[in-house]
């Protein structure tokens, strides 16, 4: 609260945190409403992924694991959206999955509204395979035997009278698969438990507080691209000429840090300001 | 527009704007919705972890295909349930030694494989490239992550780093200037991590915003101007309620 006799420093210092939350959301909703359309630079980790995918021929096998549930939806569903689209575009036999039993739901609707979205038919050209308890241990039992993992779909038919799974017995039948995590089990399990043992090309996608722990995976290879938050998200969106929720929230992203990194100043100056005045 | 989907948007903005409420001060709108958020949480693995779990992993397999070899796991997991009695809870142990030995045998060496070996010999690059005949060349470009430059910056980082973390000797002179080397690299790692950490729960605030804006459309019914008015008017009627009551002393 400012008192009578305060230095101005001070009752900046003493802010009533409220003014900051709604300074915060203007310029979250202001850019959300006006768009301008700030350029999206593509970083090579996203076009790892990008150029891989498009590298496989048609038919290849694509797993994609949602690894998250509905808390990191704004960040990892419009990743899942834009490589499920990618996929699907390039024909690639597409097997989804989950190993978070909290995002079961999100995962089958968001699959499912792709595959509708893109004209393809489950059983066919993609499946769901939905939840099986073991985190870790389940990546392992695919390694060996996938149908002994999922002895059915999310529907509750048997994997083994899948068309889409023909000829596909474990993960080292798999062509390339992307796990988007956030948190365990997620990337990270993906590649001790799965690449690792069963050699297969892995990328990576996850919330923006995972990445800086993803990159020592990247740069060293284990993982051959990885998509970080929403802006990562943005960048596919960019590449596959889709745009969609990622590249509309890239203008508001940009003014939260703006925003965020003149209040680190200002709160910085007039703390030093303060520390001179009280000598 | 499909009269679930109206429902589910009715729902979803009237939750965020409860949640939403807590920027303004603690109340119970927000407790309303965090009970319901854990109470629904809850409730939806206990369903799903039931279903698959009991229902298509160990029940139907048994009674239609008779897989009678499942009924180990599942003795070993009904052990777990032991705990409860006292007197028979030292059966629990059995079920736990399992899982931590079969646990524990699984993670060691594919972490150890993983995280340490692949990480060490990523550390340890080559800080210079013979090529050919010519002789010897260093790339200096920062950007690139496989340059010489940034793996000398990496071995510098590591080892500092890994000599701030070793307290047997006492940190002056060279150690002091090694040392302090260290937290500089801890430094700039805290603040990326703090970087990614805003991005992302920015992302979570465009995302739930994005939501409001596309729930304050008429084809929705305008939940979002609706719960707004309400939620601000409930607020309002609250504050007016704590302020008529005296504060409870004991």
Redesign the interface.
């Given at each position: 609260m400012w008192m009578a006799g305060m230095t101005f420093s001070e009752k900046m210092l003493k802010i009533d945190r409220r003014i900051i939350f709604l300074m915060i959301g203007l310029c979250t909703l202001l850019p959300l409403l006006y768009p301008v359309g700030l350029p999206i630079k593509t970083s090579s980790e996203v076009r790892g992924v990008y150029d891989h995918i498009e590298s496989l021929p048609e038919g290849s096998v694509f797993l994609l694991s949602i690894d998250f549930d509905p808390a990191s939806k704004p960040e990892l569903y419009p990743q899942a959206i834009a490589l499920l689209r990618h996929a699907f575009k390039k024909n690639l036999r597409v097997i989804t999955m989950t190993l978070w039993v909290s995002g079961t739901g999100m995962a089958d609707q968001l699959v499912t509204q792709v595959a509708k979205e893109m004209g393809k038919e489950n059983g066919t050209d993609y499946t769901f395979l939905g939840w099986s308890p073991g985190g870790q241990a389940v990546i392992i039992n695919m390694g060996q035997d996938l149908y002994s993992a999922y002895p059915s779909d999310y529907r509750g038919k048997p994997t083994k009278e899948l068309p889409i799974l023909e000829g596909v017995r474990s993960l080292k039948d798999v062509g390339y698969m992307v796990s988007l995590g956030a948190g365990r089990p997620g990337v990270e399990e993906w590649y001790v438990f799965g690449k690792d043992k069963y050699k297969f090309e892995m990328g990576g996608g996850c919330t923006g507080v995972m990445a800086p722990g993803l990159y020592p995976l990247l740069r060293s290879g284990q993982i051959n691209g990885l998509i970080g938050g929403l802006r990562g998200a943005a960048e596919y969106e960019n590449l596959i000429g889709k745009k969609g929720k990622a590249v509309a929230g890239m203008d508001a992203q940009s003014a939260t840090h703006l925003a965020i990194i003149a209040l680190v100043i200002m709160c910085n100056l007039f703390y030093f300001s303060l520390r001179q005045q009280r000598g | 527009m499909p009269f679930e989907m109206i429902v589910g948007a009715w729902v979803a903005t009237g939750l965020t704007l409860l949640i939403f409420s807590f920027?303004?001060k603690d109340n119970p709108l927000f407790k309303l919705a965090e009970h319901l958020y854990v109470g629904v949480?809850v409730g939806?693995?206990i369903v799903?972890?039931y279903d698959?779990?009991i229902v298509?992993?160990v029940v139907k397999?048994i009674v239609e295909n008779g897989e009678i070899a499942l009924l180990i796991p599942v003795a070993i997991g009904m052990l777990m349930l032991t705990r409860y009695v006292p007197k028979a809870a030292w059966m629990s142990r059995y079920a736990f030694a399992f899982i931590v030995g079969m646990g524990a045998g699984?993670?060691i060496p594919?972490?150890v494989?993983?995280?340490i070996l692949?990480?060490v010999?990523?550390t340890i690059r080559p800080l210079l490239s013979m090529t050919g005949s010519d002789g010897v060349t260093f790339s200096m470009n920062l950007l690139n992550?496989?340059s010489h430059l940034n793996a000398i910056i990496i071995l510098i980082g590591v080892s500092s780093v890994l000599f701030y973390f070793f307290f047997s000797i006492e940190h002056s002179g060279v150690g002091k200037a090694v040392a302090r080397t260290g937290i500089l690299f801890l430094m700039i790692?805290f603040g990326?991590?703090f970087g990614?950490?805003?991005?992302?729960r920015?992302?979570?605030?465009?995302?739930?915003?994005?939501d409001l804006?596309e729930f304050s459309d008429t084809s929705y019914g305008r939940p979002t101007v609706w719960l707004s008015l309400l939620t601000v008017g409930a607020l309002f009627l609250l504050a007016r309620r704590g302020r008529e009551q005296p504060p409870d002393i004991h």
């Open positions: - | 920027l303004y949480s939806y693995v799903k972890t698959t779990v298509h992993l397999p699984l993670a594919r972490t494989s993983s995280f692949k990480q010999e990523d992550p496989a790692s990326a991590g990614y950490t805003v991005m992302a920015m992302s979570l605030l465009i995302g739930r915003l994005t804006i």
